[in-house]
């Protein structure tokens, strides 16, 4: 299993240009979420999906979009990027781990840079 | 908001030292997670505790919970170079649908 994969890895945009990240999952998981992370912060929710056809806001969703185009890819849109959107993304997808609990798998994370 | 948040921020130790983190959180929980990101990388899940355990041990990690104060411990025992990195307590939250809600992490640097 690949688990959680992430394309772009790296990424560098100019104001107002538009991107989608995309993600995928191959653990048949129906949840999978959009972070960010800002340089020395905690993760910021953007977006989640609880299941194929359903998506909902996060802590910061404005200037983002997101489509859950099946069960195993949840993709996050720009549609004009700005400076503040500088950050590490991360996708995952929460399903039971080894502990025996819901646990998430986290995918490498593609680094923005917007100039 | 994050439920959780930990302390120290940093942590700076030498190999073969422990290493201990704090985390609090607010709401009533299920079970408290415990997660590792190594630089640039995305998070990896170390160990969890239930709300019913007090103490619960994996290799050189302890856990700690105490359900009454809303605070659960992290001890890395014997700490090595590699487990350089920042750790992060995370709780499920209620809303009708479960979200993982992630504490502000501790940065651990273990210096050789």
């Known amino acids: 299993n690949a688990g959680v994969t992430q394309t772009p890895k790296f990424q560098v945009l100019k104001t107002g240009q538009s991107m989608t990240l995309q993600c995928a999952q191959d653990?048949?998981?129906?949840?999978m979420y959009w972070y960010r992370q800002d340089p020395g912060m905690g993760l910021r929710l953007i977006y989640y999906?609880?299941?194929?056809?359903?998506?909902d806001k996060g802590e910061v969703p404005n200037g983002y979009n997101v489509s859950r185009l099946n069960k195993r890819e949840f993709s996050l849109r720009l549609e004009s990027a700005a400076p503040s959107q500088t950050s590490v993304y991360f996708c995952?997808?929460?399903?039971?781990?080894?502990?025996?609990?819901?646990?998430?798998?986290f995918g490498p994370g593609t680094r923005l840079t917007v100039l | 908001s994050q439920q959780g948040e930990e302390d120290p921020q940093a942590l700076s130790i030498q190999e073969g030292e422990n290493a201990t983190m704090n985390c609090s959180y607010k709401?009533?929980?299920?079970?408290l997670q415990w997660y590792r990101q190594n630089s640039g990388r995305g998070l990896v899940h170390l160990i969890l505790?239930?709300?019913?355990?007090r103490e619960k041990h994996s290799g050189r990690l302890r856990v700690t919970l105490d359900t009454s104060k809303k605070s659960s411990s992290l001890l890395i025992t014997a700490s090595r170079a590699a487990d350089t990195a920042s750790y992060f307590c995370?709780?499920?939250?209620?809303?009708?649908?479960?979200?993982?809600?992630f504490g502000t992490g501790t940065r651990l640097l273990v210096s050789p």
């Open positions: 995952a997808s929460t399903g039971q781990g080894k502990s025996g609990y819901n646990e998430q798998f």
């Open positions: 995370a709780t499920w939250e209620n809303t009708g649908f479960q979200k993982l809600v």
């Open positions: 999906s609880a299941s194929e056809g359903t998506t």
């Open positions: 709401t009533s929980i299920n079970n």
């Open positions: 505790i239930r709300s019913n355990e």
């Open positions: 653990m048949n998981h129906n949840s």
